[in-house]
């Protein structure tokens, strides 16, 4: 399935665009509403992109989670489902998928990536402030470790934490920090140790197979299991293919069975690598599938559909073997250095290298002058969903849980990510998103901050409400009333 040369495609004029390697069969029609009627949505969703209605948003690019476009052969698969609810064909055939592409014999189904978070958590921490080192944490992930009494500790290099930065692999844990805290917290304190691909909340940034090597090594010496989330492996296999020399020439499934050889336990949320539903757990020691297995049925379902329908399994199978052609996997990360690259050059401060998922926007710089307590990435979130009916996700402090005492944590990065699911928007609509961001960055002034008037306990962010501080809405509004006359 690898096409390797596809993805090299020079134009004869010069210009460094990506190509699309699909066609568009099936469509969507798309609402482009008036500004006023952002202005209202907003209101209603109390200024939160997670609480807008799609009749109101034109680029959905909120996330690449259950929204990447699915293939004919992912359709056609799933009219050959076999409905039951134990044994069924659908099952088998997943599990083949996950065999031959992450080279895991035994799977548990799941319903989404954080289900196995859930499973996980459950199952490993036995006892309060039982410690996960990590390269860093996912929301889902934290709130699940947490709420079974467990912490984490972060151990990226401080270059990962640079917005614009020229290291291919900020994803890659300290492997001399990781070793310094089991030290200090003793190895029967650290139930695994968790490895995430392409890192989601730093801009989806990987880490190289040199570094998941060395972390091996040193959880083989401390009797330590690793655990991948390898929601994000395809993008982070094929950023290893493009930047880690020793590569240069493997092909997707050799970096892949690579990764995947080095985790005891590889999970993910099939939302993103291929399907609009459904995840997985898999592994090939069968002491570790025991373990978990009682909770599939207690909390998902049966072994064999794990609170996924059939016909999603065979798009999840389908999906799982596409993963290993470069050319599919390529359309995301490429529109995204095209857009990272386009906004640099007109000044927007992104994250740099271009990551995988989405483009981040640095929300800290671009409203330098909205205070952490009043959310700088949220603010631009609202703003630009105002001004271009583009919806992004906050990735910053109001995405962060607050701590055990309630007070604010405030986020390392304050981001706006504009996701980029998989094969889904032309270029013009790229350009349009590029254009739109440019304006604003240039009317950044005008952006104001944004409160809390319903926090949620947990995971606040989805159904969080918010008021802006001032007036500074109707401001946004009068300028690019000024600047694009009657245009939406
Ligand atoms: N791990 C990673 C790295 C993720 O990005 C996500 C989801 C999950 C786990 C949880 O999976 O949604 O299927 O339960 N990320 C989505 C996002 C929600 O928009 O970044 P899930």
Request: proline share 4%; hydrophobic share 40%.
């Amino acid at each position: 399935m690898s096409s390797k040369n596809a993805v090299k495609i020079k134009f004869f004029n010069g210009e460094d665009i990506p190509l699309e390697l699909h066609k568009v069969r099936v469509v969507q029609k798309l609402n482009l509403v008036s500004i006023e009627r952002r202005l209202e949505a907003l209101n209603e969703g109390g200024f939160n992109t997670f609480r807008l209605n799609t009749r109101d948003v034109f680029l959905d690019m909120l996330t690449d989670s259950g929204t990447n476009a699915m293939s004919d052969m992912q359709v056609s698969a799933m009219m050959h489902a076999d409905d039951a609810y134990a044994g069924s064909q659908s099952f088998f055939r997943l599990q083949k998928a996950v065999e031959d592409v992450l080279r895991k014999k035994y799977l548990l189904p799941v319903h989404q990536g954080r289900a196995a978070e859930n499973i996980l958590s459950c199952a490993y921490i036995k006892k309060k402030g039982d410690l996960i080192p990590m390269n860093y944490h996912f929301t889902t992930a934290l709130a699940h470790i947490t709420q079974y009494g467990g912490r984490i500790v972060e151990l990226l290099h401080d270059e990962a934490y640079n917005i614009a930065s020229s290291c291919p692999f900020k994803g890659n844990m300290h492997v001399e920090k990781l070793e310094e805290v089991i030290r200090e917290t003793g190895a029967e304190n650290i139930p695994f140790i968790r490895l995430e691909a392409s890192t989601n909340l730093i801009g989806g940034q990987p880490f190289s197979i040199q570094n998941m090597r060395e972390v091996r090594n040193v959880a083989d010496r401390y009797g330590l299991r690793i655990v991948l989330d390898a929601s994000l492996l395809g993008e982070n296999a094929y950023l290893i293919i493009q930047r880690e020399p020793e590569f240069k020439d493997a092909s997707m499934s050799e970096v892949i069975s690579i990764i995947t050889g080095l985790a005891d336990i590889v999970y993910f949320s099939a939302r993103k690598l291929s399907s609009s539903r459904g995840g997985g757990i898999c592994t090939n020691d069968l002491t570790i599938y025991r373990e978990l297995e009682a909770l599939v049925p207690l909390f998902e379902g049966f072994l064999t559909y794990g609170g996924i329908s059939v016909r999603e399994i065979e798009a999840m199978a389908v999906g799982l073997y596409e993963t290993l052609d470069e050319s599919m996997i390529c359309q995301s990360p490429t529109f995204i250095s095209y857009l990272v690259n386009s906004l640099t050059d007109n000044g927007v401060p992104m994250v740099t290298p271009p990551g995988v998922l989405g483009a981040h926007v640095d929300a800290m710089q671009v409203c330098a002058h909205i205070p952490q307590n009043q959310y700088p990435a949220g603010s631009l979130a609202a703003a630009f969903f105002l001004i271009s009916g583009i919806r992004g996700m906050e990735r910053g402090s109001i995405s962060n849980q607050r701590d055990e005492n309630g007070n604010e944590t405030y986020a390392d990065m304050e981001l706006l990510r504009l996701a980029v699911p998989r094969r889904v928007f032309t270029l013009s609509q790229i350009k349009y998103v590029i254009d739109r961001m440019s304006w604003l960055y240039q009317n950044r002034s005008l952006i104001g901050g944004l409160k809390f008037v319903y926090e949620p306990p947990v995971l606040r962010f989805f159904m969080g409400g918010l008021d802006p501080v001032s007036d500074w809405p109707q401001r946004l509004i009068a300028k690019f009333k000024e600047d694009f006359g009657d245009s939406l």
